[in-house]
């Protein structure tokens, strides 16, 4: 049936290329000899027009329809593949989540105070405690905030470490934004005193609303026993 549509839109479009010149030159002859005036040559010229122009018309509307009938089921086919893809995606990010949710500590820090967090990050990796830093998770060329964004909802727990570099005021604005993240995700936010800051700066003091923890040294057990029990609530006491 296509095939027979198209043949027949085909051969009415080149029979309109041989018949229009014809038909003119008919008319114009006819004018000539016939001794009517030009309106009725005119509307004798329309009728001889009309059956062409209906077909012509006739088949567009076929064409016009079947594409219609197409683009719905092209339509359709998206939505369904748009559907599975979301579910699909769904699907992953579960998996994702299920696995990559390994961390105990994500370790947000100043760079500057990365010698003594590295120290600190050791200590608890031989307690058997998971942590995320920058260092070993970010691969070179890798935007920061975007992984660093995207890490948080993968650790059970967020320490916040606050040395004598401490942090700008821009900084200071993400570590606010990143509380705010750790929230949404139930996510336990510890902050950490280095050794040499006595109390949580004026730049931070809403971190004041959460039970801080102060390292004298590098070598304050103590200390370290809090942060471990703030990680994995468990008082090892």
């Known amino acids: ?51 062409y122009y209906l077909v012509f018309l006739i088949l567009n509307v076929i064409e016009i329809q079947k594409e219609m009938k197409k683009l ?16 699909r995606l769904k ?3 579960n998996v994702e989540i299920k696995n990559k949710n390994i961390f105990d500590v994500f370790l947000a820090h100043n760079s500057l105070d990365k010698p003594i967090v590295l120290q600190i990050a050791d200590k608890l990796k031989s307690k058997g405690i998971k942590v995320w830093i920058d260092i070993e998770q970010i691969p070179p060329g890798r935007w920061f905030q975007d992984i660093l964004q995207n890490a948080i909802k993968y650790n059970k727990s967020a320490a916040i470490f606050i040395g004598e570099n401490s ?7 993400e570590i606010k934004s990143f509380i705010t993240q750790c929230i949404e ?33 590098i070598y304050d057990n103590e200390a370290l026993e809090k942060l471990i029990w703030g990680i994995n609530h468990k008082n090892h006491r």
């Open 91 to 93: 699907t992953i990010d």
């Open 167 to 173: 942090f700008g005021k821009w900084q200071a604005l």
């Open 185 to 217: 995700f139930d996510i336990p936010v510890i902050p950490v005193l280095l050794p040499g800051v006595k109390e949580i700066p004026e730049s931070f003091i809403f971190l004041r609303e959460f039970n801080h923890i102060k390292f004298q040294s």
């Open 72 to 87: 719905q089921y092209e339509i359709y086919d998206f939505k369904n593949l748009n559907s599975k893809l979301e579910n």
């Open 1 to 51: 049936m296509d095939v027979f549509l198209k043949t027949l839109k085909t051969a009415s479009s080149n029979a309109a290329k041989f018949f229009f010149p014809i038909v003119i030159f008919l008319f114009f002859g006819f004018q000539k000899y016939s001794g009517l005036s030009i309106y009725y040559n005119i509307l004798i010229l329309i009728l001889l027009f009309i059956p």
